[in-house]
């Protein structure tokens, strides 16, 4: 049974910082690109970033240069390091685990296993 199971979520004062972690089980982290999404209330959900089987990256032009996706194959878990923050940045926060070369569009049709989110709320 594959399993993502995100943590570390919580309240932050704006200009802060916070790491997420996205913990799988149930299949072999190496062989899937991993992707981070997010959904505010009452948005749609949207692509934050993404990284590759081979640690390519890629961010969404709205975290670009403040957030960091990386991945410890090892110990299963992939991180978003989020800097910066900013109140617009409030939502909730799920991984992915995708098997398609299209990982990086960004779509979550391209992904195949989904978390159940954490929460992170930005306050001004």
């Known amino acids: 049974q594959v399993q993502l199971v995100e943590s570390g979520g919580g309240l932050v004062q704006s200009g802060g910082s916070l790491r997420v972690s996205c913990v799988a089980s149930?299949?072999?982290?190496?062989?899937?690109?991993m992707g981070w999404f997010r959904q505010a209330p009452g948005k749609e959900r949207e692509f934050v970033a993404a990284i590759s089987r081979s640690f390519s990256t890629v961010y969404s032009d709205s975290v670009k240069g403040r957030f960091t996706i990386s991945r410890d194959n090892a110990k299963n878990t992939v991180y978003l390091q989020m800097n910066s923050l900013k109140p617009e940045d409030t939502a909730v926060y799920y991984c992915?685990?995708?098997?398609?070369?299209?990982?990086?569009?960004?779509?979550?049709?391209?992904?195949?296993?989904w978390g159940q989110g954490t929460q992170v709320t930005v306050s001004s």
């Open positions: 149930g299949l072999p982290l190496r062989a899937h690109h």
């Open positions: 992915a685990a995708s098997t398609s070369v299209a990982y990086h569009n960004g779509l979550q049709s391209s992904y195949n296993y």
